[in-house]
């Protein structure tokens, strides 16, 4: 008989890592799982139910928000309300700051920082979707957390993580011991470990951009997209173009195949489209502690000292000799 061990007893597992930990990240981790099947129960039957397309409402990134941003958003929220180890939510479908203000979350240590569900443009037309997660400790004592306690760079992020809502549905977290990742079994409704100890091979053959940016592209930008596609078969030149328009999913194959992922800036976008806190943030935490690397094109993500909930920020992230060798690039424009 096939033995596998489900998310619930590898976190529990996992919890004597931290000899100090009394539970509450634990806990944390076991509601976004919960609120994560209850999300890929809507998208597995998106098609047959009244939650495709638009919402009617615009977010605070200026965007059309979809029907199931909001449910993810809901969702989430919900799960993170109801479970206490919590105390404020930064998510992108909301301006300010959701404050978590019960009984049984009065003194929760925890901040999360969400994009709920990511891919949007990739909703109605049954593409893989994902949500993306980052959370923290709070560092004041006493009050409610405020915006300075949510601001903090990504290298205090105590966990982060990313669900894939693709052929199967996928979890996968870090918790700085490394990267693991847990496939959703619908027949038992478990996450189960199905991806231990994720590495993310140190090259690859695979680049991810938006190349129909291209003409808004840097120099050193594009002169790295035209290396991408030369004939070169010492260094397995040209490279597969690969991109899904779903960060998460482009992120997940790059994860496991080996490969670059680049949203640079563009005119459109002078500090790229990417939003730091709740997309680079938890990604770059999660790539690193794969072996990877995750540069803004200057210096390391996880090094960003925020400024703003929704602020942007370039992004080139992926396999270590791929993400160098863009840096050769961008360092020659300089
Ligand atoms: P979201 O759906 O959460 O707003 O995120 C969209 C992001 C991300 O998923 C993806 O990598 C990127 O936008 C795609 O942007 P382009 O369509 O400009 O390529
Ligand atoms: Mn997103
Ligand atoms: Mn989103
Ligand atoms: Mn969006």
Request: glycine share 10%; charged share 20%.
């Amino acid at each position: 008989m096939t033995t596998f061990k489900t998310l619930g007893q590898f976190i529990i597992e996992k919890q004597a890592d931290f000899p100090y930990a009394k539970g509450e990240l634990s806990r944390l981790l076991r509601d976004i799982g919960i609120a994560a099947k209850v999300v890929n129960r809507e998208v597995n039957k998106a098609g047959l139910v009244d939650i495709l397309g638009d919402a009617g409402q615009i977010n605070v990134q200026g965007e059309g928000q979809k029907k199931l941003d909001v449910y993810a958003d809901e969702q989430f929220i919900r799960a993170l309300q109801s479970g206490g180890e919590c105390c404020v939510v930064a998510s992108e479908e909301h301006e300010l700051p959701v404050d978590i203000d019960s009984e049984l979350s009065r003194n929760a240590k925890y901040i999360v920082c969400i994009d709920p569900l990511d891919g949007s443009s990739n909703i109605d037309v049954n593409v893989s979707v994902g949500t993306i997660f980052s959370i923290y400790r709070r560092d004041s004592l006493g009050g409610r957390p405020t915006l300075k306690d949510i601001l903090q760079k990504g290298d205090k992020q105590v966990a982060a993580g990313y669900i894939v809502y693709g052929s199967s549905t996928m979890l996968v977290y870090t918790t700085g011991k490394g990267v693991n990742g847990f496939t959703l079994d619908p027949s038992i409704g478990e996450f189960c470990l199905s991806h231990p100890e994720i590495r993310v091979p140190a090259m690859g053959q695979i680049y991810s951009v938006n190349e129909g940016n291209y003409s808004k592209f840097s120099d050193g930008v594009k002169k790295y997209i035209k290396y991408c596609q030369e004939n070169d078969a010492p260094s397995q030149r040209p490279y597969t173009s690969r991109y899904i328009g779903s960060l998460v999913a482009d992120i997940h194959r790059n994860l496991l195949l080996g490969g670059i992922f680049i949203y640079p800036a563009t005119r459109t976008h002078p500090n790229g489209k990417l939003r730091l806190m709740y997309e680079c943030n938890p990604i770059a935490f999660i790539i690193e502690q794969a072996g990877g690397r995750a540069t803004d094109g200057c210096m390391r993500i996880l090094d960003i000292e925020p400024g703003s909930l929704h602020q942007r920020s370039a992004c080139f992230m992926g396999s270590t000799g791929m993400v160098a060798a863009i840096e050769h690039f961008l360092d020659a424009e300089r």
